[in-house]
């Protein structure tokens, strides 16, 4: 996996494009924000201890949903990088049709990383890495269950996770030069290290 490769290629792909990549998470996170301070509104006129269950339920609830979202988003991403590109909206239709597995995934990988991380940092960040992949995964191939879906996404990382974590670790210097903007140079450093990261995805996936 030649590393410089693949983020010459994912700057090539990003110029033009950023509002593009970042559209569907600024419109999904601005509609869970007016939604849930509304109904954060609404909770303060009933007494104050079922406005915290309501606020703790509204929290839950919408944090499941971006999760769910966070692997349809993974295909709007894959379908970019291969050319193809979806209206925004068609994230959410991919988030309700397969609704229950993306949460189901997700769950489960969180859960593993979760363990691995209790038990030692190391066991941990392989867990992290070798099963960095699902979102693609799972975007790719809902037909499967949630255990074969976490199975071929850490088989994908097999004999690669070193590479990987160096990969990830070529953009803390963007991260720390990002911070001193004051975030500003994260809305093109977002999309910059999402593409990459796709695009060894599909690289791995060859």
């Not at 593993?112 to 992290?128: K, M, N």
Request: proline letters at 2%.
């Amino acid at each position: 996996m030649d590393r410089v490769a693949l983020k010459n290629k994912a700057r090539t792909l990003i110029k033009g494009n950023l509002w593009y990549i970042w559209k569907p998470q600024v419109m999904v996170s601005l509609a869970v924000f007016v939604f849930g301070f509304i109904l954060g509104l609404l909770s303060v006129s009933i007494s104050e201890d079922a406005g915290n269950v309501i606020l703790s339920i509204i929290s839950v609830v919408l944090s499941i949903f971006e999760t769910a979202f966070m692997i349809a988003y993974a295909k709007y991403v894959l379908e970019f990088v291969r050319g193809n590109k979806m209206d925004w909206k068609e994230t959410l239709n991919y988030t309700k049709e397969h609704f229950l597995l993306y949460v189901g995934v997700s769950f489960a990988v969180a859960l593993i990383i979760c363990v691995g991380s209790i038990l030692l940092v190391v066991p941990g960040i392989i867990a992290a890495i070798g099963l960095m992949f699902y979102q693609e995964v799972c975007a790719d191939n809902p037909e499967l269950g949630v255990m074969d879906i976490i199975k071929k996404a850490w088989e994908m990382t097999n004999g690669h996770k070193m590479e990987l974590f160096v990969l990830g670790l070529s953009f803390i210097g963007w991260a720390i030069v990002g911070s001193l903007t004051l975030g500003i140079l994260y809305i093109w450093l977002m999309p910059y290290m999402t593409v990459t990261m796709v695009l060894a995805y599909e690289e791995l996936k060859k």
